[in-house]
Nanobody
Framework: QVHLVESGGGLVQTGGSLKLSCAVSEHTGSGYAMGWFRQAPGQDPEFVAAINWSGRNKYYADSVRGRFTISRTNAENTVQLQMNSLKPEDTAVYYC?????????????????RGQGTQVTVSS
């Protein structure tokens, strides 16, 4: 069983930065692709970013491309999401996901593992 634990959320002003981290309970060298989704109150989950197991391929939602950067450190079993130039519309609970077969980029699809989420609030 793989456990994902997110951290790094918080309150930031518009234009600020936050770095989210997802700690994975087992060695990610086993081939898990990782991703981040977010969900704002009253809205459907939204894909944010994803990365393949090697870190070579990265995927971003149009709404965050150029502002957010996903990365991973397999030796430390972590995945990060650097978020810059934050906007109020980035306010949401951010979830980390992992899947052994697919890139987690489609909300509504059941992936292997999901964390409990971390709140990001951007004030205007």
């Amino acid at each position: 069983q793989v456990h994902l634990v997110e951290s790094g959320g918080g309150l930031v002003q518009t234009g600020g930065s936050l770095k989210l981290s997802c700690a994975v309970s087992e060695h990610t060298g086993s081939g898990y692709a990782m991703g981040w989704f977010r969900q704002a109150p009253g809205q459907d989950p939204e894909f944010v970013a994803a990365i393949n197991w090697s870190g070579r391929n990265k995927y971003y939602a149009d709404s965050v491309r150029g502002r957010f950067t996903i990365s991973r450190t397999n030796a430390e079993n972590t995945v990060q999401l650097q978020m810059n130039s934050l906007k109020p519309e980035d306010t949401a609970v951010y979830y980390c996901l992992a899947d052994n077969r697919r890139i987690p980029d489609a909300p509504g699809t059941k992936y292997d593992y999901r964390g409990q989420g971390t709140q990001v609030t951007v004030s205007s």
